[in-house]
């Protein structure tokens, strides 16, 4: 259940309507787990990082950082779990009287949704399904193993080089901050 199936949760909720979300993985979806959370504390360290390097446009005395990926890593998975105790805490969406149930769910019926064995019975379905990035029809790239948005802040080494493929936002956000943190990033766009 990501950013637009807690709001939507939350507003039915607000409505008096009884609510039951279901959540195949964690709370949080691809905002907290593998976009907007991650990436903006990875952006944070890297502009600390630049910051130090070009200190003396402030006055100040620049200073080449010692930087430690894994810990990097480690403060992005502390954000993490920061907000998915807090804002995203099943607890907090179930006082406000969403039933939020764990499991894959199964449209059996026009009413009726299945999850882990019980049927849940609707007036409304509203389908929250998210996304997940696609890999580009590269010849070979399969078998070479890649990263995306949704693996790269699971690594517990992070890079000290890679590739990045595409010239989107989040491609070129990624490369930045990676670059910026001292990792050797190619840039490759068509």
């Known amino acids: 259940m990501g950013s637009g199936g807690l709001v939507?949760?939350?507003f039915a909720a607000s409505l008096g309507l009884h609510v039951a979300a279901v959540e195949r993985d964690r709370v949080g979806g691809d905002c907290l787990w593998t976009g907007c959370v991650p990436s903006k504390a990875l952006l944070a360290a890297a502009k600390v990082a630049h910051q130090m390097r070009t200190a003396d446009r402030f006055g100040l005395p620049p200073a080449d950082p010692d930087i430690d990926l894994a810990k990097v890593w480690d403060r992005?998975?502390?954000?993490q779990q920061d907000i998915a105790t807090t804002?995203?805490?099943?607890?907090?969406?179930?006082?406000m009287g969403v039933d939020v149930v764990f499991g894959e769910a199964r449209l059996t019926g026009p009413h009726a949704v299945e999850v882990g064995g019980r049927t849940l019975t609707t007036r409304f379905t509203l389908l929250c399904t998210g996304s997940t990035p696609a890999a580009p029809p590269i010849a070979g790239l399969s078998e070479a193993g890649f990263l995306t948005?949704?693996?790269?802040?699971?690594l517990t080494d992070p890079p000290r080089s890679c590739m990045v493929i595409g010239g989107g936002p989040i491609a070129v956000e990624m490369a930045q901050a990676l670059g910026l943190l001292g990792v050797r990033v190619q840039l490759l766009e068509k």
């Open 76 to 79: 992005i998975r502390s954000v």
């Open 8 to 10: 939507a949760a939350k």
């Open 87 to 95: 804002d995203d805490d099943p607890e907090r969406y179930r006082a």
């Open 149 to 154: 948005s949704e693996n790269l802040f699971t």
